[in-house]
């Protein structure tokens, strides 16, 4: 299972950090995704980071504004979002898989097998 939590409402140039911890299993051989929703729209691939060297892919529209991040030791990763702009809103979900290449992770969501609930974020002045 995977939960997120840190989601909420920000005016523009805000910062969030988002939290996805997994229970029942450890993250450690899994890569983890962060996508994003609005409706209407389909899952946009935010971030990912590889399992075994911490490699990450980024989204051009978040590049140089989102950080992601991993700790093993805590099944928890994280999504540091910063300078934060009202197209960032929409519902935030994590996500896990094992890949066969532990250097990369995939940045869409067919890609993904297990998957938290979402947490809002809201960016608005």
């Known amino acids: 299972q995977l939960v997120e939590s840190g989601g909420g409402l920000v005016q523009p140039g805000g910062s969030l950090r988002l939290s996805c911890a997994a229970s029942?299993?450890?993250?450690?051989?899994?890569?983890i995704g962060w996508f994003r929703q609005v409706p209407g729209k389909e899952r946009e691939g935010v971030s990912c980071?590889?399992?075994?060297?911490?490699?990450?892919i980024y989204a051009d529209s978040v590049k140089g504004r989102f950080t992601i991040s991993r700790d093993n030791a805590k099944s928890t990763a994280y999504l540091q979002m910063n300078n934060l702009k009202p197209e960032d809103t929409g519902v935030y979900y994590c996500?896990?898989?094992?890949?066969?290449?532990?250097?990369?992770?995939?940045?869409?969501?067919?890609?993904?097998?297990?998957w938290g609930q979402g947490t809002q974020v809201n960016v608005s002045s």
């Open positions: 029942g299993f450890t993250v450690d051989y899994y890569a």
């Open positions: 980071i590889s399992s075994s060297d911490d490699s990450a």
């Open positions: 996500a896990a898989t094992i890949v066969v290449v532990t250097t990369w992770c995939p940045i869409t969501h067919h890609e993904y097998d297990y």
